[in-house]
């Protein structure tokens, strides 16, 4: 508490001082800008008092007369008559009540700058070669100044502000304009030593021209006075610090002056003496105070430890039977926490085996997933090829045999890309994301065909008929991917059949509503619930029990998100489903947007090295480079790719990504080294892997996921080999 006393005691010792501190200079700030104030105010009152007086006496006709004659005597005699409510020889009496400001001497320059001698007439008491030598700066050229200039000048030796007076200079024209000369009025300065609130002898005076102009200081402090002066000008027109005089600390307030010629600064010493000992007093008094208060305290404290210390007797009375209390509630303690930490040991391991038993469980329903989608891509490939393969009739109807095998490879790119579109369950739809233009009438037509054997085969084989129509109202034309929108289609239509057990109807319609594609794909069956409705695109929900895995319309979600569409679902139970795809359209499809679009053969054959471990891979990208007349070299590994490469010339080389001993990046890295300008195209297996981080190897120009198509190699080699 004593502490807490003296800490209290200190605080408020130098809150005190401080505050006493700013108020003291708070207050001398503002004694110094009234005296600034009030030495501007004289200013302002010569200034307007005498200025048109001035202008009026340099209009005199008889002074412009006697300039122009150079007539000195007349000069001033005439002057005496017009300047006699503004100049006064004497020094005015304190206790004169005449409070107007009048000039103590004038004189005249001539159009040269040089002072014209008063001679015999009154014009001010003023030492003529000081006069003279002081007026030089401003007279020697006074066409140089304004019409009317103010300065501050010395009229003799010493500091004493009494040798500084005020002038104000007034040109005179002739007749013509031209100069004939200047009237120069010379004012008093009055720097008084006026006390403070407390008694204190405030001093003022002047700085000019690297001199100080100041009364009651002695030599020793006068120049200790200007050097700091002179630093505290090169740092602002204003401002104040302390000085260390011999009389003792003086706060020093300086501030500029309007001067037209040699810049003056207004200047006054505060003294500190009187402050200090008012802090010091301070001081005492509170130092008294808090050892009072801390006596008292220590008082109390006595007191209240002498009572306190019989409540504090019985709590040592019974503080060994609660140390045994304590110690023996700690052994239980550490006793029920080993069972918590035994017990929660056995439910980390039993978490572990459910997590372990979800993911497989997840796994599992994925992979039947992944299957189910398979066998919807590839009962059109089996179907189509057996109908090829087993009539050979059809084989002869060119157009139908087309057909076909445009089916086939239809299904086949969009069994391709199955696993890739897995990843539509988490992927957010990316806003900078551009697709091709594709006819989504078109789409809804291949979807139908594709799935024909199902809707129509499969089901007449149970016995029952489900009837797929289609209604075109608009065809319109979107940006989307041509593979992902037929999967959102096909899915839709299985789902349909599978929602019809005894048969039923399936329209798909295609319109244009509010600037936006639409698609309804509408079904005569069961129909779901409110219930099934909210959650039936939730990844792996089904109502289909073992014959289902709740990916299909999980994944058209992901897909039409994707496009930056939205799908809407519409059903009642014994009513049907309708689903509802919107898309945003697209402009009119071009022949170089279009996903139909064939890329014509090369002009010229190229030497190609194609470099692969698997023979199929080989034999299918020889087909299609030969199919462009292009001559093919091939290699089974990298190691033999380098050794044709060193001993042959090639304009291209395709190679596979994942070989065994040296695989396609570091095989392509030695070509680089050996021809650092034949385009190198990479072939991966490894869908996304690559291109998920958005990082290509240095030494491949291209890299193409498997499997691809002729259009997609013919269009990279014409953009790397054919670019102009």
């Not at 006054?268 to 007093?281: N, S």
């Amino acid at each position: 508490m004593m502490l807490i006393v003296l800490a209290i005691t200190g605080a408020t010792v130098y809150v005190a001082e401080n505050n006493l501190r700013s108020n003291q200079a708070r207050l001398l700030n503002a004694q110094f800008q009234n005296q600034v104030r009030s030495l501007l105010a004289v200013q302002d009152l010569r200034s307007g008092a005498v200025a048109e007086k001035c202008r009026d006496v340099s209009r005199s006709v008889r002074l412009r007369a006697a300039l122009e004659e150079k007539d000195v005597d007349d000069l001033y005699r005439n002057a005496l008559a017009e300047l006699q409510e503004v100049f006064s020889p004497r020094e005015p009496d304190a206790n004169d009540g005449d409070q107007k400001v009048r000039a103590s001497f004038f004189r005249f320059v001539d159009v040269n700058g040089e002072v014209l001698s008063a001679g015999d007439q009154p014009a001010g008491d003023a030492d003529p070669r000081s006069l003279a030598q002081a007026l030089e700066p401003i007279s020697r050229k006074p066409r140089n100044h304004d019409e009317q200039n103010v300065a501050f000048i010395a009229i003799g030796r010493g500091n004493d502000p009494a040798v500084l007076r005020q002038i104000v200079l007034t040109k005179i024209r002739g007749w013509e304009g031209n100069d004939l000369g200047a009237l120069v009025l010379g004012f008093p300065i009055k720097q008084t030593e006026t006390p403070d609130g407390r008694g204190a002898e405030i001093k003022s005076g002047l700085w000019l021209n690297h001199q100080f102009y100041i009364a009651g200081l002695s030599t020793a402090d006068r120049h200790l006075v200007a050097q700091r002066v002179q630093v505290g000008l090169n740092q602002g027109a204003a401002g104040n610090f302390l000085v260390d005089l011999e009389t003792g600390p003086h706060l020093l307030f300086y501030k500029a002056l309007h001067s037209e010629v040699a810049p003056a600064y207004d200047v006054c010493l505060y003294p500190l003496a009187p402050w200090l000992r008012e802090a010091r007093t301070l001081r005492w008094r509170i130092i008294a105070l808090g050892a009072f208060v801390l006596i008292c305290g220590f008082g109390a404290s006595l007191f209240l430890a002498k009572n306190l210390s019989k409540p504090v007797d019985q709590i040592v009375a019974t503080s060994a039977e609660n140390v045994t209390r304590r110690k023996k509630a700690e052994k239980d303690l550490h006793e029920v926490n080993r069972e918590l930490e035994k017990a929660l040991v056995e439910l980390k391991a039993t978490q572990q085996q459910v997590i372990q038993q979800e993911r497989l469980s997840a796994l599992g329903q994925m992979a039947a997933g992944i299957a189910h989608d398979f066998n919807n891509t590839l009962m059109p490939i089996l179907g189509f090829a057996d109908v090829l393969l087993q009539n050979e009739a059809m084989l002869d109807d060119k157009a139908e045999t087309r057909r076909c095998l445009e089916m086939l490879r239809t299904s086949a790119k969009d069994a391709s890309s199955v696993v890739s579109r897995l990843r539509e369950f988490y992927r957010p739809a990316d806003s900078d994301e551009e697709f091709p233009i594709v006819d989504l009438a078109k789409l809804v037509e291949q979807a139908v065909a594709l799935t024909e054997p199902k809707w129509r085969g499969i089901t007449q084989a149970r016995g029952i008929t489900v009837d797929v129509q289609t209604d075109f109202k608009a065809y319109p034309i979107v940006a989307g991917d041509e593979s992902a929108l037929r999967e959102v289609l096909t899915n839709l239509l299985f789902n349909a059949v599978d929602a019809m057990p005894h048969g039923g109807r399936v329209l798909l319609k295609t319109s244009i509503e509010n600037e936006r594609a639409v698609v309804r794909v509408a079904d005569t069956g069961t129909g779901m619930t409110e219930t099934v409705r909210r959650r039936c695109l939730e990844p792996f929900f089904s109502t289909k029990g073992e014959h289902g895995t709740g990916l299909g319309l999980s994944m058209v979600y992901g897909i039409v998100e994707r496009h930056r569409g939205q799908l809407e679902i519409e059903s009642a139970v014994g009513q049907g489903t309708t689903f509802i795809i919107r898309l945003p359209l697209a402009q009119k499809m071009t022949a170089a947007q279009s996903n139909g679009e064939v890329v014509a053969k090369s002009d010229s054959a190229l030497n190609v090295l194609v470099v692969d471990d698997e023979a199929r891979s080989r034999e299918v990208l020889m087909a299609y480079l030969r199919t462009d007349n292009h001559s093919v070299a091939t290699a089974s590994s990298g190691r033999e790719a380098l050794e044709k490469f060193r001993l042959r010339h090639f304009d291209l080389v395709v190679m596979d990504r994942a070989m065994p001993e040296m695989n396609g990046e570091q095989t392509a890295r030695f070509i680089k080294q050996v021809n650092q300008n034949i385009p190198v195209i990479l072939l991966t297996g490894f869908s996304g892997q690559i291109g998920a981080e958005d990082v290509k190897p240095a030494a491949v120009d291209v890299v193409l996921n498997k499997p691809i198509t002729l259009d997609v190699l013919r269009h990279t080699i014409r953009k790397l080999v054919h670019a102009t």
